[in-house]
């Protein structure tokens, strides 16, 4: 998995390049595999490229994943950012729209979905940037109550 990401940040294998949609203030949208359902939505994170490689090696799960030379970017499905605190040096970006010069695609999952499970991300995140996970309390009722 890891050779496989770093030959295509590399630019060693060039497979046909998806050309990125033009969004707001200077944005991009991810162009996420045709074949691959999108039916939840997507919705982008992206934390420091040096963050990057110890990410995908220690997620039990990885869905598709771009990179440019500052950051890489981990599809997740719309609305992963509600009670969630991600940390300051990660970016969550609705709709992918991402603020990125060229992204490209290094990673694509076996299976025909585009997402990295929010949760083992954001507890990865958190870690690698020394952040204590928090959510943020939503103020609606708890279907269990606290004791």
Not at 90 to 115: E, M, S, W
Request: aromatic share 8%.
């Amino acid at each position: 998995m890891l050779k496989n990401a770093m030959s295509h940040l590399l630019g060693t294998r060039r497979p046909r390049e998806l050309r990125p949609a033009a969004g707001p203030g200077g944005t991009v949208q991810l162009p996420l595999p045709p074949a691959l359902s999108t039916s939840l939505g997507c919705d982008a994170v992206g934390v420091p490229a040096r963050y990057g490689f110890r990410l995908m090696s220690h997620l039990p799960r990885t869905g598709c994943v771009f990179a440019d030379a500052e950051r890489w970017w981990w599809i997740v499905p719309a609305g992963s950012d509600l009670d969630l605190d991600w940390p300051s040096q990660a970016c969550y970006a609705k709709g992918a729209f991402v603020p990125a010069v060229r992204p490209r695609l290094i990673h694509q999952p076996d299976n025909r979905t585009p997402y990295t499970p929010p949760i083992p991300l954001f507890l990865m995140v958190c870690q690698v940037t020394g952040v204590t996970p928090s959510w943020a309390s939503s103020g609606g009722e708890r279907a269990v109550s606290a004791p």
